[in-house]
């Protein structure tokens, strides 16, 4: 799994690439909470158009970054959901308690 971050209108983007996976998780959870807890950055862009795959360990931290960003007063944004980690979070019913977009303009737009 790759991480990069990049400046955006408001906040900074998370692109993510690979597979969020019970080896992977932490890394992903530790960039997020760097942004969100850390560096205070208002809007957290998580860009997934390149996760092929998510597990139970990658929805907790994705869960965990969720809850720090609204004990810090910012917003988590999730776009470019893959079918399949769409699946998971509407498995999961996480899709109502995420903020999800279906593309980086409309998410920035948000």
């Known amino acids: 799994m790759q991480i990069a971050a990049r400046p955006a ?3 900074t983007i998370l692109d993510i690439t690979g597979d969020i996976d019970l080896a ?3 890394a992903m959870r530790k960039a997020l909470l760097l942004e969100i807890k850390e560096k205070k950055t208002a809007k957290v862009f998580l860009n997934l158009e390149k996760v092929r795959y998510i597990d139970s360990s990658g929805i907790a931290s ?3 970054g969720l809850k720090a960003s609204r004990d810090m007063g910012s917003r988590l944004i999730l776009y470019g959901l893959s079918k399949t980690v769409r699946e998971v979070m509407e498995l999961s019913r996480l ?3 995420f903020e999800i977009h279906e593309s ?3 998410a920035l737009a948000s």
């Open 95 to 97: 899709q109502k308690i």
């Open 9 to 11: 209108t408001g906040g």
């Open 24 to 26: 992977h998780s932490p």
């Open 62 to 64: 994705l869960v965990e």
């Open 104 to 106: 980086e303009a409309q």
